[in-house]
């Protein structure tokens, strides 16, 4: 097969999957009443718990022994069914998110006319019992029932905590009323009265599923209160010693001797760690919180909530808990980089002081150096006149023994005076032989130095 066909079956695999709606077949199996158990659990180690979570779920569809025919599971979703042989029916869903992961436990009883109440579920099976990969988010508890709904009288005494809250949701036909207190098992409780639903049991799932996902955002936010508020004083104390830091630093900088400044450096080197290391895990804990909050206010949004005769709107008390809170995280992070900036800009200025003295010793040791250069020239010039002076002397004595020879055997007339036409000769001879080694030393010293930079080529 060839490249563009393979890719256009990736392509075609990719919407295939992108369209797909898994939770579709779920309502098949829903009808009211019900009582469903919800728990979420954010997890520390996304990359290995998410695959674990899938698999405690793998493990719990066959310690109910679920049918394979009933079950959906995928990489971060999935879904069985197990029916008692009374007729009852439990759902046991499950959904991997970014941060934490999910259980829905759906019992739906064969009876339309049963009693359920909030507890424990009663479907006539093993109960159960999971082991939290992660902290718990939030745990409810839902009942959801036909008709209208019923006194306050009556879902008060199911409801615990001072305040009830509840509204009529989507079409108006279906009502929602919860207390927003845990009850002795740690669950929020929710009562639900459906309405008619006319064969459409979809709607069971988009009224569970959107309480579920309020709650559970609406949890991830307010979760991180306790980080934020030892931040906001760890990041008070930051500021105030930068505040501190950039005053002393401003005003003794321009006489500051390299000393104080390599100290100051330093410090403000370990306060920028530390910084760093307080923004990045900030940034990690804090940083969705902007996406949380938004998720809040579209699912309170598509509830089109209206309120109800006797108890205050959900949407109060949700509102109420979570509003300035996403934004008072972003202005956190935002200080924190402030201060982060900060520490860099007068580290930076303290680097460029530095540089500057350093700069201005190696031009004195320059200037030192070039003093020193030119006396060794001069040197060196002067021994080279000396040099020349001194070989002429030897050559010039020299010669005068050669002439006095020639005088004794009688081959020359005046011995002083050949010596003396002599002495200039003797001086260019000396600086003939000086100029020469020169020029030879130096050409062989460029030879030398020319062979070591080819074999470190060819190296």
Not at 138 to 167: F, H, M, N, W
Not at 220 to 225: E, N, S
Request: hydrophobic share 40%.
């Amino acid at each position: 097969m060839t490249q563009a066909g393979l890719s256009r079956e990736d392509g075609d695999s990719f919407l295939k999957k992108l369209h797909e709606q898994p939770h579709q077949p779920i309502s098949e199996w829903l009808r009211a009443p019900a009582h469903v158990q919800y728990e979420a659990f954010r997890m520390s180690d996304p990359p290995t718990q998410r695959p674990a979570s899938r698999a405690e779920f793998q493990s719990l569809l066959d310690r109910f022994k679920v049918p394979d025919e009933r079950i959906e599971l995928r990489d971060n979703f999935g879904y069985g069914v197990k029916e008692a042989e009374n007729g009852d029916r439990l759902i046991l869903i499950w959904q991997a998110h970014t941060e934490y992961y999910n259980y829905q436990f759906w019992h739906v009883p064969s009876s339309p006319a049963s009693l359920l109440t909030f507890g424990p579920l009663t479907f006539p099976a093993a109960p159960v019992s999971l082991t939290p990969l992660g902290s718990v988010v939030c745990r409810l508890d839902i009942v959801l029932k036909t008709g209208a709904l019923p006194s306050r009288e009556e879902v008060r005494g199911q409801l615990p905590g001072p305040v009830l809250y509840g509204s009529r949701i989507f079409n108006e036909q279906a009502a929602v009323v919860t207390s927003f207190t845990p009850d002795n098992h740690g669950r929020e409780r929710y009562w639900v009265s459906v309405g008619p639903l006319q064969g459409d049991h979809s709607r069971l799932k988009d009224i569970v599923d959107a309480v579920v996902r309020i709650e559970t955002y609406y949890h991830l936010l307010l979760m991180q209160k306790p980080l934020f508020s030892a931040a906001i004083d760890q990041v008070y104390k930051f500021e105030q010693v930068h505040l501190q830091q950039r005053e002393i630093i401003t005003g003794h900088i321009g006489h500051a001797n390299p000393e104080t400044l390599q100290r100051w450096l330093n410090s403000l080197t370990q306060d920028l760690l530390k910084t760093n290391r307080m923004a990045g895990k900030l940034h990690f804990e804090l940083s969705a919180s902007i996406p949380y909050d938004k998720i809040v206010h579209a699912t309170l949004g598509s509830l089109a909530e209206q309120p109800t005769a006797s108890y205050r709107p959900i949407s109060d008390y949700v509102l109420g808990g979570i509003t300035g809170v996403a934004e008072g995280y972003q202005q956190l992070l935002r200080r924190i980089d402030t201060l982060r900036g900060g520490f860099e800009g007068i580290i930076a200025i303290i680097r460029t002081r530095i540089d500057l003295i350093v700069e201005s010793q190696n031009l004195t040791l320059l200037q030192s150096v070039d003093k020193t250069t030119k006396s060794q020239v001069i040197l060196q010039h002067t021994v080279e006149g000396l040099s020349v002076i001194v070989i002429a002397y030897y050559l010039a004595g020299l010669a005068g023994y050669v002439f006095k020879g020639l005088y004794e055997v009688g081959w020359l007339g005046n011995a002083n005076v050949a010596s003396a036409i002599f002495v200039p000769v003797a001086i260019g001879l000396a600086f003939a032989v000086t100029t020469f080694s020169k020029k030879y030393l130096h050409k062989k010293l460029a030879g030398e130095q020319l062979a070591t930079n080819a074999d470190k080529q060819e190296e």
